[in-house]
């Protein structure tokens, strides 16, 4: 399988989160909580429907959560876990990777 490199793990700090285009059908972000990145498939388990708000905007006000722009359902940060909205008890769908000098890598899916 093919790598690609997302960013830098740097541009990723606590409370920061960047989506990015894998490919055609494939949109994924970064989120940066505890010290550490999370990737997610840009994807509400409820609709399907892209999270973001605006360009890189996948947190709520407060920078805790990440909460889904069409009904505003929260899910946390380090599992991907909906906590409150219409998808509550399902989950996001995490996209394995890793950090290789200074940069976060994921499969080409």
């Known amino acids: ?14 409370g920061v989160s960047k989506g990015f285009q894998v490919d055609s059908k494939t949109a994924v ?8 990145v999370f990737v997610y498939l840009n994807e509400c388990p409820h609709l399907g429907v892209n999270l973001d708000w605006q ?4 947190l709520d006000g407060d920078g805790q ?3 889904c722009s069409t ?3 929260l899910f946390e940060m380090d599992t991907g ?7 509550q008890g399902d989950s996001l769908t995490a996209i394995p990777h890793r950090i290789e000098n200074g940069m976060v890598l994921i499969e080409s899916p």
């Open 1 to 14: 399988m093919t790598e690609i490199t997302l960013c830098a793990a740097t541009d990723i700090s606590d």
């Open 29 to 36: 972000f970064a989120v940066g909580y505890d010290g550490a």
């Open 55 to 58: 360009e890189d905007q996948f």
């Open 65 to 67: 959560l990440i909460e």
């Open 71 to 73: 009904h505003g359902a």
């Open 81 to 87: 876990h909906c906590i409150t909205g219409p998808c």
